[in-house]
């Protein structure tokens, strides 16, 4: 009991939870009476662990099963009562001082002295809008408040309270809508059909509007990935400053990336020009055929141009690839690589259309002796987009420089950052756009100031650069500097160079204002006077007046219409628009874009696959390097074996077995894939697979005797069994339990004899078994036993189809298999020796670059 008396209840309460915390144990409030009714003031605080359990009804927590739930409640007696005699100061008595528990020896655990302080839930709202991980959040907390007992699992649910406390009873979507409108976006929302669900998103900053009418000359344009839930792909359109400085113009979400998807986006982006006139007159993109199709419906006064980066990897890669000379020679293959990549830069850099023809018939010579690689070239690049990306053409337009993707790539990276999980909803997406923007627009502005407030030394005492500095982008400056130089070291012969900057150099005059591009001379975010007075002067009277007259002529149902789409309008944060669909997790194999990734890394490009192999310092094809590149992976594909084909889940076999695989099909991930990959092979009809539990069920019956010798239990031997039978009950999600999948080794004996066939299983996985092979345990091999061969691809938690070449490398026997056959089935293996050798020869070979690669992908 306090010596001294409270007159504020919060004070008294926080006292006892001070001393309690003293003895390692906990109070709560039990009861409390604020007087109302009785006209006497009282509480009630127990310990934590007093009461009983009662069960929650929270439809998350039923998730857990019963026996996996927990409680503190274990009705401990201890009370405390304080109340609020005629004295008006607040008295404590001891209802109950015992305990029935032995008092824990620190506090570590306990929710309720873990719980956060008001000065604390302020720091984390603070530090996670600046987007500082839990951990680090978690750190500063201990430093401020050494002795806090708060765990990262309370953390991170006051960080969830939070969140839901800021959105309210919102929905996603009128919490987006609310996001814009209160920070100026436009945006435009497009639905699937009549209903409400979203199927395109474009927003756009009220800033970067004005920096893209400001800066309208060049506009870059790319698509990134692993951005939010839905795994729509995010289409960002970037402008360039004449300082220099990237600005995220346009954020459209696609449902897709085809003809139509990219039209609407681009019309978004043209209804942002304040003068129709000043449309964009240059656009790079990559080789993406559906957007470079719709840049001359939307933008018909522009020049498209593809960019040269990816042009010039995408052909060192297949060059490294195809370009191969005979096995004697390969000290020299990394100088026939070079030789080839300069002429085809020769090629690109190409300043005219006569130097343009020379260089490809030089090209062409070099490459004779590899008609496939000249063959993609010409069919990829010279035939198709010579005007797009040799110099030739190219320099008849004003890019700034701007040839390549490079600056819309750097702004995903930068994205990237600010996102740091792919599973966000468009709040979350939206939220990290935004901190990019305000951080860029900031940049942006500062770079201005500094061209405008700011002279280099090295144009002091120099008259060409007077008329100039302060007026121009410091950039600029240094392109003409660097001009300057090569003009004073060619001189006045007009044959090497063409510029203006020699004669003045020589007679010792500045470079006029007017000389300059006005991209240049633009350092402001709106150059336009007449732009906002125009916005303010904008009016839709007219129109307004016309929907006034339609209200009082229409009937009922066409006015509520009305009512409604002008409500959207006006209150857009009580929207009834809904989110796409997330894609719900399936059983089985964690297919590309499914939920779950953590990593918002984009993937690794084919040219970056085959630098792993091929880097471009060695000399010699012989060892493979690890790549410099970021985010390539080694270990994953191997290009090289065959260009043309890109098969699914070909990183789940050994990497010495992708040149022997002609496909893999998957099969559905609901726990029954095994037994469809098994189907398809035998029926080609996947849905079939019930009919393989049957014939599995019959094999078991009839030979019980044989298969309790091989399972060695008759535990084992009723769980096979139990497994071909389908399941009693199936979920909501028609998944099958653990125990009705597929398993090996056991059930290959069982499939091989049934079917007589020789089943393979390829993996790399350990939790899907080892590559093995087995063989029917009983029966002869037919004549032509390779047409006998039933290969099921082992991926984490699924199964795929594999269709191997003929007399590929098959992997070991079955040791279970070795022990058990029959004397007649024995011609099985010898059947297969030979290759079985080779796979194990060929792994032997390959073991070392398979550690290597597996390292570099791990790093």
Same mark, same amino acid.
């Given at each position: 009991?306090?010596?001294?008396?409270?007159?504020?209840?919060?004070?008294?309460?926080?006292?006892?939870?001070?001393?309690?915390?003293?003895?390692?144990?906990?109070?709560?409030?039990?009861?409390?009476?604020?007087?109302?009714?009785?006209?006497?003031?009282?509480?009630?605080?127990?310990?934590?662990?007093?009461?009983?359990?009662?069960?929650?009804?929270?439809?998350?927590?039923?998730?857990?099963?019963?026996?996996?739930?927990?409680?503190?409640?274990?009705?401990?007696?201890?009370?405390?009562?304080?109340?609020?005699?005629?004295?008006?100061?607040?008295?404590?008595?001891?209802?109950?001082?015992?305990?029935n528990h032995v008092l824990d020896k620190a506090l570590q655990g306990h929710l309720v002295a873990g719980r956060l302080k008001p000065e604390e839930k302020e720091m984390v709202v603070e530090m996670s809008g600046n987007l500082i991980p839990p951990r680090n959040i978690m750190s500063t907390l201990k430093k401020r408040n050494p002795d806090s007992v708060t765990s990262i699992k309370q953390l991170y649910n006051a960080k969830h309270r939070l969140k839901l406390a800021a959105r309210g009873s919102r929905s996603e979507m009128q919490q987006l809508l609310k996001c814009l409108e209160e920070n100026n976006y436009y945006f435009k929302v497009r639905t699937v059909g009549e209903s409400d669900t979203i199927q395109d998103l474009f927003l756009a900053h009220r800033k970067s509007i004005q920096l893209f009418n400001t800066f309208n000359d060049v506009l870059l344009m790319d698509s990134t990935y692993k951005t939010n839930r839905y795994k729509m792909p995010l289409f960002e359109i970037v402008g360039c400053t004449s300082t220099n400085k990237t600005f995220g113009l346009g954020f459209a979400f696609l449902?897709?990336?085809?003809? +139509?998807? *990219?039209?609407? #986006?681009?019309?978004? =982006?043209?209804?942002?020009?304040?003068?129709? !006139?000043?449309?964009?007159?240059?656009?790079?993109?990559?080789?993406?055929?559906?957007?470079?199709?719709?840049?001359? +419906?939307? *933008?018909?006064? #522009?020049?498209?141009? =593809?960019?040269?980066?990816?042009?010039?990897? !995408?052909?060192?890669?297949?060059?490294?690839?195809?370009?191969?000379?005979?096995?004697?020679?390969?000290?020299?293959?990394?100088?026939?690589?070079?030789?080839?990549?300069?002429?085809?830069?020769?090629?690109?850099?190409?300043?005219?259309?006569?130097?343009y023809a020379e260089a490809v018939l030089k090209f062409r010579t070099v490459c004779e002796r590899w008609p496939r690689f000249y063959n993609y070239v010409k069919n990829t690049v010279l035939d198709t987009d010579e005007k797009k990306v040799v110099s030739a053409w190219t320099n008849r337009v004003m890019h700034f420089g701007n040839t390549t993707t490079n600056k819309a790539e750097s702004s995903h990276a930068v994205l990237k950052k600010y996102l740091l999980d792919p599973n966000g909803d468009f709040v979350k997406v939206w939220g990290a756009i935004h901190d990019m923007l305000v951080n860029q627009h900031t940049e942006i502005q500062a770079t201005f100031g500094i061209s405008l407030s700011l002279q280099e030394h090295r144009y002091n005492g120099k008259p060409m650069y007077n008329l100039v500095v302060y007026k121009v982008s410091r950039h600029a400056l240094g392109y003409i500097h660097e001009e300057a130089k090569r003009a004073e070291e060619v001189g006045m012969d007009s044959k090497?160079?063409?510029?203006?900057?020699?004669?003045?150099?020589?007679?010792?005059?500045?470079?006029?204002?007017?000389?300059?591009?006005?991209?240049?001379?633009?350092?402001?975010?709106?150059?336009?006077?007449?732009?906002?007075?125009?916005?303010?002067?904008?009016?839709?009277?007219?129109?307004?007046?016309?929907?006034?007259?339609?209200?009082?002529?229409?009937?009922?149902?066409?006015?509520?219409?009305?009512?409604?789409?002008?409500?959207?309008?006006?209150?857009?944060?009580?929207?009834?628009?809904?989110?796409?669909?997330?894609?719900?997790?399936?059983?089985?194999?964690k297919r590309k874009g499914a939920c779950g990734e953590s990593s918002t890394t984009r993937s690794p490009s084919y040219w970056e696959h085959v630098e792993v192999q091929f880097p471009p310092s060695q000399s010699s094809?012989?060892?493979?390097?690890?790549?410099?590149?970021?985010?390539?992976?080694?270990?994953?594909?191997?290009?090289?074996?065959d260009l043309h084909r890109h098969i699914p889940f070909l990183d789940a076999t050994p990497l010495f077995m992708h040149s022997h695989i002609e496909d893999i099909v998957d099969v559905d991930g609901d726990g029954f894939c095994g037994f469809r990959v098994i189907v398809l092979d035998t029926r080609n009809n996947q849905?079939?697979?019930?009919?393989?539990?049957?014939?599995?069920?019959?094999?078991?019956?009839?030979?019980?005797?044989?298969?309790?010798?091989?399972f060695?239990?008759?535990?084992?031997?009723?769980?096979?069994?139990?497994?071909?039978?389908?399941?009693?009950?199936?979920?909501?999600?028609?998944?099958?339990p653990r125990e009705k999948w597929l398993t090996f080794p056991d059930m290959g004996h069982i499939i091989a004899s049934y079917f007589n066939k020789v089943v393979v299983l390829l993996t790399k996985n350990e939790r899907s078994g080892a590559s093995e092979t087995f063989f029917p345990l009983r029966g002869t091999p037919p004549k032509d036993p390779d047409s006998k061969i039933l290969c099921i691809g082992g991926?984490?938690?699924?199964?795929?189809?594999?269709?191997?070449?003929?007399?590929?490398?098959?992997?070991?026997?079955?040791?279970?298999?070795?022990?058990?056959?029959?004397?007649?089935?024995?011609?099985?293996?010898?059947?297969f020796v030979d290759r079985q050798a080779d796979f194990v020869g060929t792994h032997d070979q390959k073991i070392l670059t398979y550690i290597i690669t597996k390292l570099c992908y791990i790093t």
């Open positions: 009991v306090p010596e001294e008396t409270y007159k504020d209840r919060d004070e008294l309460i926080k006292w006892v939870k001070g001393q309690a915390e003293k003895l390692h144990f906990t109070v709560v409030i039990v009861r409390s009476d604020q007087g109302l009714v009785s006209g006497k003031p009282s509480f009630v605080l127990g310990c934590e662990r007093g009461g009983a359990y009662r069960p929650s009804n929270n439809k998350a927590k039923k998730k857990v099963s019963i026996e996996e739930r927990g409680s503190r409640k274990i009705g401990c007696p201890f009370r405390l009562r304080g109340y609020l005699p005629k004295s008006k100061e607040w008295n404590l008595t001891i209802v109950s001082g015992i305990h449902s897709n990336e085809k003809h +139509d998807n *990219f039209v609407w #986006a681009l019309q978004q =982006v043209q209804m942002l020009l304040v003068d129709e !006139n000043s449309a964009s007159k240059v656009i790079v993109t990559d080789r993406d055929a559906a957007l470079m199709s719709v840049i001359p +419906d939307v *933008f018909p006064n #522009a020049t498209p141009l =593809v960019c040269r980066f990816h042009i010039k990897k !995408n052909v060192s890669a297949r060059c490294s690839a195809l370009c191969k000379i005979k096995h004697g020679e390969e000290e020299k293959q990394g100088e026939v690589v070079r030789n080839i990549m300069s002429h085809f830069y020769e090629v690109l850099n190409s300043p005219t259309e006569e130097a090497k160079c063409g510029c203006v900057l020699a004669k003045k150099i020589c007679h010792n005059r500045p470079i006029r204002l007017d000389e300059i591009n006005n991209h240049w001379k633009k350092l402001v975010f709106n150059d336009r006077e007449d732009v906002e007075q125009q916005v303010d002067d904008y009016s839709c009277l007219a129109e307004w007046n016309a929907i006034q007259e339609r209200l009082r002529t229409v009937d009922v149902p066409m006015k509520a219409q009305i009512r409604e789409q002008l409500r959207q309008i006006a209150f857009p944060h009580s929207t009834s628009l809904k989110p796409p669909v997330v894609v719900g997790k399936n059983k089985g194999v094809q012989a060892t493979p390097s690890s790549s410099k590149q970021k985010g390539a992976r080694t270990g994953k594909v191997n290009p090289i074996e849905a079939d697979y019930e009919l393989i539990r049957l014939n599995l069920q019959k094999e078991l019956g009839k030979h019980k005797d044989e298969y309790l010798t091989i060695g239990s008759m535990e084992r031997y009723q769980y096979i069994y139990d497994a071909s039978f389908p399941p009693t009950r199936r979920s909501s999600r028609r998944m099958a991926v984490p938690d699924h199964f795929v189809y594999v269709k191997l070449k003929q007399h590929c490398p098959l992997p070991p026997t079955c040791k279970t298999w070795t022990k058990y056959f029959t004397q007649e089935a024995s011609s099985w293996q010898t059947s």
